[in-house]
């Protein structure tokens, strides 16, 4: 795991140099091993580009970057793993190609050689990388397929600038960072964030999941191409067992080919069904091997885990490492969490991760399993009962879908009535649903805000609410599954793990999240997926069998790293009046307002939501990166 950063502009040496230098600075916790750049002018421009490294596979000094071919045409900076190096470096070989590493980065750069863009499909791993290539004046660049790895980029007419994170993009720009209105409004107003390109700064972009782009030097043009999107059709013709063996051979194959490690390696446990597979998995392909396990612990609270922990590191003979948080020490943590995150984010529950991921690395750990992407690949959360009807009644399986949606309800923390009302919502124009949601209380324009300023300014004050995606008919479900690898909620939850772990130097490592386990899966009947009794993760849960204890599997709550946030929040309540107090100068967020809310939560005159860590988060974070 490491960091990249570069550019491709008329800047001179000097000047671009220092920026260079000054971007690595601030990845140096995504590869604190080593740092190297190179710099060269062609076709006009300078292009620079830069790495840090977390040694990972192949420790030695033949591995560094940026590497170079051979005929010194190409030259790569790689950030992130290539899980099957060793078989596509066997097939290379067989093609005459000779190696001068035991490096995955030069297997993807011969790759790249060979094949060039067509080498991608046949990637398994996660990676954001740029390559240049002098003979033809372009920079090529791409994004895995999930976009477990990130690249963000500003381009104008003076340039291209790229790197891992935001804030070393910005070192490499001359001109100072803006606020996106419309990305700060849509989280502070509805929650939402990394669901598109756009990023809370204006004029930097996040590649998308799945797309590369080419550079060309010379007419500073920009292409972006997307190079894989989820497979939904056609349906596979397989009787559920079947298809339960398949995806348990899948899974293992995926585990053992992320066990690949030149370097100590454990697992993150919240408890739940997905992080228990993996250290089942681990388990099962490993029968001697110690296992360590990182999890964060609610300690007295309703939301603990605690139990299911001990029963799956029972079961599996693993290592245990627990951790507890105070509320303290939440706000002596908050700035160098924002810090690590670069962009605001949802919930407290991302400091469980950061200190689960701090806790692996205090015990030795540089690379971690975890379990992200079986809810979006396998039917999770509360099991998109909208969708599922919608695909029923495309049937017109009508008794079905009535029987779903009764069923449905009858799983703790569900209502029967919120299945009915995400139902009805799949066939509801816009207009309906942007009426429905200001009668069911919801507010666009909440009174913190000013929504004249904000209209004055373009940003459209309405719900946001994704176009119904065209699929076949009864596919309703996985077609949404499919959209959520790319839309709402995967990306996030994949920064977060990210830029927690590498805030530690640790690699996390996702196996449910290959292409290979995405086609199988999204290409099944739905009601394997989700059961006709509204069981999430139903095939998952009959895969798993006697790789995970039995109760693990039954369970019918799910509650992952939660925190008890309220309870934190509260007892934080003078802290926050400060941090909320902090002037922002922006005219669009009231603070009186925020304040005057704040502490009707505080007494109780008003309910608590999750707007209360918005407030905070966008606050500190705006203080950080906006001063003055």
């Not at 791409?142 to 993009?169: N, W």
């Not at 499919?482 to 996702?510: I, K």
Request: glycine share 8%; net charge neutral.
């Amino acid at each position: 795991m490491c960091g990249i950063a570069g550019s491709a502009s008329g800047i001179g040496d000097g000047r671009l140099e220092g920026r260079l230098k000054a971007a690595l600075h601030l990845l140096q916790r995504r590869g604190p091993d080593e740092s190297a750049s190179a710099f060269w002018r062609t076709d006009g421009a300078m292009v620079a580009l830069g790495h840090t490294r977390l040694s990972v596979i192949d420790l030695s000094s033949a591995a560094q970057q940026p590497m170079s071919s051979s005929d010194e045409n190409f030259t790569l900076v790689f950030n992130g793993e290539i899980y099957n190096y060793l078989e596509l470096r066997r097939e290379l070989e067989q093609l005459g190609r000779q190696f001068h590493s035991r490096s995955d980065t030069e297997v993807l750069l011969q790759a790249w050689q060979v094949w060039g863009e067509r080498a991608l499909p046949r990637l398994v791993g996660m990676f954001a990388f740029v390559l240049l290539d002098r003979r033809s004046g372009t920079l090529h660049g791409a994004r895995d397929a999930f976009g477990i790895k990130p690249i963000y980029y500003h381009a104008d007419h003076q340039g291209l600038c790229f790197a891992s994170e935001i804030p070393a993009v910005q070192a490499l720009r001359s001109s100072a960072p803006r606020l996106d209105w419309h990305v700060a409004y849509d989280y502070l107003a509805h929650g939402r964030y990394d669901n598109d390109a756009r990023t809370f700064f204006a004029d930097v972009r996040a590649l998308p999941p799945g797309h590369r782009f080419t550079y060309d030097l010379q007419s500073r043009q920009l292409e972006l191409h997307a190079w894989w999107k989820p497979t939904i059709a056609p349906v596979q013709r397989l009787t559920l067992d079947d298809a339960a063996d398949g995806l348990r051979s899948r899974l293992l194959d995926s585990v053992r080919l992320h066990l690949r490690s030149d370097v100590p390696l454990g697992a993150a446990l919240s408890g739940g069904l997905d992080s228990s597979a993996i250290v089942g998995c681990m388990r099962h392909l490993e029968p001697d091997a110690p296992i360590h396990t990182f999890s964060f612990i609610a300690s007295g609270s309703s939301v603990s885990e605690e139990q299911w922990v001990d029963r799956m590191n029972a079961y599996a003979g693993a290592v245990a490492h627990k951790v507890s948080i105070a509320p303290q020490e939440l706000a002596a943590d908050l700035d160098d969490m924002i810090a690590a995150q670069g962009e605001p984010f949802g919930s407290t529950s991302i400091y469980a991760q950061y200190r689960v991921f701090q806790l692996a690395r205090e015990h030795g750990m540089t690379v971690t399993l975890d379990g992200q992407g079986a809810d979006e690949l396998c039917g999770g959360y509360v099991g998109y009962p909208g969708p599922r009807v919608h695909s029923l009644l495309d049937e017109g399986r009508w008794l079905g879908a009535a029987a779903f949606l009764r069923q449905w309800g009858r799983w703790p923390g569900r209502a029967g009535l919120d299945g009915l009302k995400a139902a009805v919502a799949e066939y509801t124009s816009d207009t309906a649903y942007q009426a429905l949601r200001r009668m069911n209380g919801a507010d666009a324009s909440p009174p913190w805000l000013d929504g004249r300023v904000l209209a004055d300014a373009g940003v459209a004050l309405r719900f946001p609410r994704e176009s119904p995606p065209q699929t076949a008919p009864g596919r309703r479900l996985v077609a949404e599954l499919a959209r959520s690898l790319h839309g709402v909620g995967l990306p996030g939850l994949l920064r977060h793990g990210d830029r927690n772990s590498m805030r530690f130097s640790v690699e996390s490592r996702v196996p449910f999240l290959t292409t290979g386990l995405a086609d199988f899966l999204l290409t099944l009947p739905e009601d394997y997926l989700v059961s006709p009794q509204g069981e999430t993760k139903h095939l998952l849960r009959r895969a798993m069998r006697g790789l995970v204890p039995q109760e693990v599997l039954d369970r019918r709550d799910k509650i992952g790293f939660a925190t008890p946030e309220q309870a934190w929040l509260v007892q934080m309540a003078p802290q926050v009046r400060e941090w909320l107090r902090h002037p922002l100068g922006l005219p669009f967020f009231r603070q009186d307002e925020v304040l005057r809310a704040f502490d009707q939560v505080v007494a109780g005159q008003r309910p608590f939501s999750w707007q209360v860590w918005r407030w905070i988060n966008f606050t500190r974070w705006h203080a950080r990166h906006f001063a003055g």
